[in-house]
């Protein structure tokens, strides 16, 4: 189930307003009622987010047009953190990536090594252990993780089976990666 009000309401209203913690508890009422139900001890549920999200500030916006030779470029889009310009047939060797954050309070998509942009991890379940606290995961290890407890035998991927395995009460590896 993915639950979207979360992301939108942080983008529109910014990572420290009401609006946002309204959605957070939402979200967190229906968690609650999971784990208030008898199902925990029967399905594995595991609750993240794909990203974090970092305030932004109508104070940094960068004007365009005052670092880049608009006669060189045919269009402009916006795509949260990032500009995409595109040159003029014969000006492809003279990229520029700036920065450009309009209409939004904050956003995601900034180098992920940064702390705002990490997600949440949290899962509960008959195959995973309780009051258990591990290092950052990486997205990419959470596929893995999710065939390992669904008995299904995972494609080729780049999640790291030393990542997760100590989350498990059953950690070895039924599925070797490919
Ligand atoms: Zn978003």
Same mark, same amino acid.
């Given at each position: 189930?993915?639950?979207?009000?979360?992301?939108?309401?942080?983008?529109?209203?910014?990572?420290?307003?009401?609006?946002?913690?309204?959605?957070?508890?939402?979200?967190?009422?229906?968690?609650?009622?999971?784990? &208030?139900? $008898? !199902?925990?001890?029967?399905?594995? *549920? /595991?609750?993240? =987010?794909?990203?974090?999200?970092?305030?932004?500030? &109508?104070? $940094? !916006?960068?004007?365009?047009?005052? *670092? /880049?030779?608009? =006669?060189?470029?045919?269009?402009?889009?916006?795509?949260?953190?990032?500009?995409?310009?595109?040159?003029?047939?014969?000006?492809?060797?003279?990229?520029?990536?700036?920065?450009?954050?309009?209409?939004?309070?904050?956003?995601?998509?900034?180098?992920?090594?940064?702390?705002?942009?990490?997600?949440?991890?949290?899962?509960?379940?008959?195959?995973?252990?309780?009051?258990?606290?591990?290092?950052?995961?990486?997205?990419?290890?959470?596929?893995?993780?999710?065939?390992?407890?669904?008995?299904?035998?995972?494609?080729?991927?780049?999640?790291?089976?030393?990542?997760?395995?100590?989350?498990?009460?059953?950690?070895?590896?039924?599925?070797?990666?490919?």
């Amino acid at each position: 189930m993915m639950y979207a009000d979360v992301d939108v309401t942080g983008h529109l209203s910014g990572v420290n307003s009401q609006k946002l913690n309204e959605s957070i508890i939402q979200v967190s009422r229906l968690f609650e009622l999971i784990l &208030d139900s $008898n !199902i925990r001890e029967e399905v594995n *549920v /595991v609750f993240l =987010s794909d990203h974090g999200m970092a305030s932004v500030s &109508d104070t $940094n !916006i960068i004007n365009i047009t005052s *670092v /880049v030779d608009m =006669s060189l470029i045919t269009d402009i889009m916006e795509a949260g953190p990032l500009t995409y310009i595109y040159p003029r047939s014969g000006k492809e060797n003279e990229p520029k990536t700036l920065k450009g954050l309009l209409q939004f309070k904050a956003h995601h998509g900034y180098d992920n090594a940064e702390k705002d942009m990490r997600g949440i991890f949290s899962a509960i379940g008959p195959d995973f252990k309780t009051q258990l606290t591990v290092p950052p995961i990486k997205m990419v290890d959470v596929y893995q993780l999710i065939c390992h407890v669904t008995g299904i035998h995972p494609n080729p991927h780049n999640g790291t089976w030393a990542h997760v395995q100590s989350m498990l009460r059953d950690n070895h590896q039924v599925h070797v990666d490919l």
